[in-house]
């Protein structure tokens, strides 16, 4: 009885994260689709084939699920491990004297989440304009965002190599913008720019705008 009670468990755990991803998918295509505002609850649900009951069970509001929609998307681009807690970062960490390095290692890993994230925040970035529970939930990924670029400036920084009178919450700015999920989004869908074209203008504009001049 103990056994088929933890399989029933199982099997329960397994139906609920089934749901869960069918509910995110249809959150994504309707959000993209028809935009914060203008995307029901009830669009959703239909989309997912679960009652709106159901959706609401497991993500509450409509601004919970957009703010999980985000969370997840970024895991599932990163592969549930942080950009830097990567082996490709961790390793420029320990081995770079330099910053072109650290700045590769960093773009390489956080430039696939972009292109899996911009469009998605985009939706949230407009629905926070006129919705201030989606603004807060915009502005917490945003707080997550400058952590993770704030570790970058940090390794140049000591590693002496931030350009002169450049100061760390400046440098963490440009980080922000360059890398950023409104960045991406206008250089791929309003300017038509390849994933490749755009992940090498990022590494290349990062070292202009921070590092050192070389000699």
């Given at each position: 009885?103990?056994?088929a009670r933890v399989k029933t468990q199982q099997t329960r755990r397994e139906q609920a994260e089934a749901s869960r991803r069918k509910v995110l998918r249809a959150a994504r295509d309707t959000f993209l689709e028809a935009g914060y505002h203008a995307a029901t609850m009830g669009q959703i649900a239909e989309r997912s084939?679960?009652?709106?009951?159901?959706v609401a069970y497991y993500f509450g509001t409509k601004p919970k699920l957009m703010s999980e929609?985000?969370?997840a998307t970024v895991r599932r681009a990163m592969g549930d491990v942080a950009p830097i807690e990567r082996p490709g970062w961790e390793r420029a960490m320990a081995t770079a004297t330099e910053g072109g390095p650290l700045i590769d290692a960093f773009?390489?890993?956080v430039h696939p989440v972009l292109m899996a994230v911009a469009r998605v925040v985009d939706v949230?970035?407009?629905g926070g304009m006129t919705d201030p529970e989606v603004q807060d939930i915009h502005q917490f990924h945003e707080n997550w965002r400058a952590r993770d670029c704030g570790k970058l400036v940090d390794a140049l920084n000591r590693i002496h190599s931030l350009r002169e009178g450049l100061d760390e919450h400046t440098a963490n700015d440009v980080v922000l913008t360059v890398l950023g999920p409104d960045t991406y989004r206008v250089l791929s869908v309003d300017r038509?720019?390849?994933s490749e074209k755009i992940h090498d203008w990022m590494k290349h504009s990062i070292k202009a705008l921070l590092l050192k001049p070389q000699i």
């Open positions: 009885l103990g056994m084939g679960l009652a709106v009951q159901t929609l985000i969370a773009v390489d890993e949230a970035r407009i038509g720019w390849d």
